[in-house]
Structure formats: structure tokens, C-alpha cells
């Protein structure tokens, strides 16, 4: 069972260039969500999907754009790279609030540094 | 907005002791409190979840508290090994999204 995979593992972006940070989840999971994590900081929200089709903004969501057309998958575009993207970014994917298993399941990490 | 505060920040102590880390958040009104595990260049693993309705979870030499009306929640690690060496976050669901603390970086010395 691979859970939630992300790819790829680490990347360095060149500023203004683009990329597609794709994640991937095989546990049927309705809800996904992308975080982004500073050093020494929380975890911040950037778009989150309730399933296919349907996506909304989170807490950072300036300078992403995400897509969702089905269950299994949920890709983040970075447009125009800023250095103040440099961060590593997560995604998880959960069953509803309030389900039965709803523990958030995450994947590894891409570690992305725009230079 | 909620806040979710975890202190201290780092923690370091002898094998064998108990371990006790703390998480504070600024609205009650939530769904359920996740404690994590995150371990250098890792992703994030689910240690124990709280329902609203709940006052504790425990899983092994894991024991998490939540009192909602304070707003605060208490991981406690039994007996603890050098392979809890690790960056310990809490979170909170209140709006189907989950608010993160910074974490605790704890440390156990053999």
C-alpha cells in the first residue's frame, strides 16, 4: 500500500521559471491538501480539495494554482517562481471530518528551492 | 483565526524519563486534535486523534490529553527511548483544515 506519494523529491527552480509538484494518494480518500513548511514553522495551508472537481484556497494560496479531476490525484503549480517559495511542501490526504479513519495521512516531501 | 501554540520548542532529556508536551489553541470550537511525528526529511505521521468529545487517547507509551474549554492538550511519552527522537507537532481541525503548531523538537540521550 504506497499511501500517498509525492514527486519529485527535491527540485531547484530558477526565478519566474514554473513546475508541477504532483501528488498521488491510493487510499480513496475524498479529502487532500497541500502544506507548505517553513523552518521552525508550523505548517501552513495552501489549497485543499473536497474531491474530484472541487478545490479551494487556504491560508497561502498567492502564486499556486491546483487542479483536482480525480479521486486519486492532486497536482500544485507553482507559476513565476519566487524566492519566497523556497520551502518544503506537503501533501495529505484524509477521509471527511468526522468519519470513521479520518487521521491525516501525509507523503514524504518535495524540498523546493528557487534561486 | 485560530492559533495553535506548542512550548517549548525543544526538549532534551535522559533515556527513560517522561516525556510531556504541550499544545495550546485560541478557538475551542473544534472537531478534533491530530498529534504528529515528523522525523529530519520526512513527512508527517498520525500518533494519536482526539475527537471533540473525547478527554484522552492512548496508544502504548502514548497518552494524549484535550481539554477544549481551555484550550489545551498534553502529549505525554512514557518511558522514553532515544528512538523518540523526533519534531512532535499538534494540530487542530476546526474548519475541515487543520492548524498546525510549530512543534517540539525533542531529543533523547542514551
Known amino acids: 500500500n504506497a499511501g500517498v506519494t509525492q514527486t519529485p523529491k527535491f527540485r531547484i527552480l530558477k526565478i519566474g521559471q514554473s513546475m508541477t509538484l504532483q501528488c498521488t494518494q491510493d487510499?480513496?480518500?475524498?479529502?487532500m491538501y497541500w502544506y507548505r513548511q517553513d523552518p521552525g514553522m508550523g505548517l501552513k495551508l495552501i489549497y485543499y480539495?473536497?474531491?474530484?472537481?472541487?478545490?479551494d484556497k487556504g491560508e497561502v494560496p498567492n502564486g499556486y494554482n491546483v487542479s483536482r479531476s480525480t479521486t486519486e490525484d492532486f497536482p500544485l503549480r507553482l507559476e513565476l517562481a519566487a524566492p519566497s517559495q523556497t520551502s518544503v511542501y506537503f501533501c495529505?490526504?484524509?477521509?471527511?471530518?468526522?468519519?470513521?479513519?479520518?487521521?491525516?495521512?501525509f507523503g514524504s516531501g518535495t524540498q523546493l528551492s528557487v534561486l | 483565526k485560530q492559533e495553535v501554540t506548542q512550548i517549548p520548542a525543544a526538549l532534551s532529556v535522559p533515556e527513560g524519563e517522561n516525556l510531556v508536551l504541550n499544545c495550546s489553541f485560541t478557538d475551542s470550537a473544534i472537531y478534533n486534535l491530530q498529534w504528529f511525528r515528523q522525523d529530519p526529511g520526512k513527512g508527517l505521521t498520525s500518533l494519536l486523534l482526539i475527537q471533540s468529545s473525547q478527554r484522552e487517547q492512548t496508544s502504548g507509551r502514548l497518552n494524549a490529553s484535550l481539554d477544549k474549554s481551555s484550550g489545551r492538550s498534553t502529549l505525554y511519552i512514557a518511558a522514553s527511548q532515544p528512538g523518540d527522537s523526533a519534531t512532535y507537532l499538534c494540530a487542530v481541525n476546526d474548519d475541515y483544515k487543520l492548524s498546525f503548531g510549530a512543534g517540539t523538537t525533542v531529543t533523547v540521550r542514551a
Open positions: 480539495s473536497v474531491g474530484a472537481g472541487i478545490t
Open positions: 487510499m480513496n480518500h475524498n479529502y
Open positions: 495529505a490526504s484524509s477521509y471527511p471530518p468526522g468519519s470513521e479513519g479520518e487521521k491525516l495521512f
